[in-house]
């Protein structure tokens, strides 16, 4: 049978969904900044590599003009290079962030499921320990009542008296 929940807010969320969602929240941030950052490097790298492109094209240029045309292309093959190497670094920087994250996720909650465990498993000890102390507050209480009863009885009734 269906039933209607509470929507779940920050207020009702369940502290154990709240953690997991900080991990993913902080993971992501990481992640779009280690992104930001590659991007930024990426950009500083390919505007470096076109100013020098093109001031070797300027010089050469000014010394021989039938040469225009070869270094147009070798620009071009050099730019072409370059966007293609980036591309392969920032999908590599990505895919090693992705299996990174992926696996500290795991890693946290392999830890969060031991501690239940390590948990659960000091709670059965307090209770084997509760028990045992029982049994031998019990033993004893009736050790000392048997005893008890053998002193009270061999004080007040004489030995070979039987009843």
């Known amino acids: ?8 807010t920050v207020e009702n969320i369940h502290p154990e969904r709240r953690q997991s969602l900080v991990v993913v929240v902080v993971v992501v941030v ?20 076109v100013g020098v492109v093109v001031n070797v094209v300027v010089v050469i240029v000014e010394v021989n003009i039938s040469l225009v045309v070869v270094v ?5 093959v050099v ?9 392969v670094v920032v999908v ?13 996720v795991n890693v946290v ?22 028990v045992v102390v ?3 507050v019990v033993v004893v209480v009736t050790a000392v009542v048997v005893l008890t009863n053998f002193v009270l009885l061999s004080t007040f ?3 070979g008296f039987e009843y």
């Open 92 to 104: 590599v920087v990505v895919v090693v962030v992705v299996v990174v994250v992926g696996v500290v």
């Open 30 to 49: 990481v992640v779009v900044v280690v992104v930001v950052v590659v991007v930024v490097v990426v950009v500083v790298v390919v505007v470096v590599v």
């Open 79 to 87: 730019v072409v290079v370059v966007v293609v190497v980036v591309v």
């Open 1 to 8: 049978m269906l039933q209607w929940t509470e929507p779940e």
């Open 157 to 159: 009734v004489p030995f």
């Open 72 to 76: 147009v292309v070798v620009v071009v």
């Open 109 to 130: 909650v392999v830890i969060v499921e031991v501690v239940k465990i390590v948990v659960v498993a000091a709670a059965a000890a307090a209770v084997v320990v509760e």
């Open 134 to 136: 029982v049994v031998v």
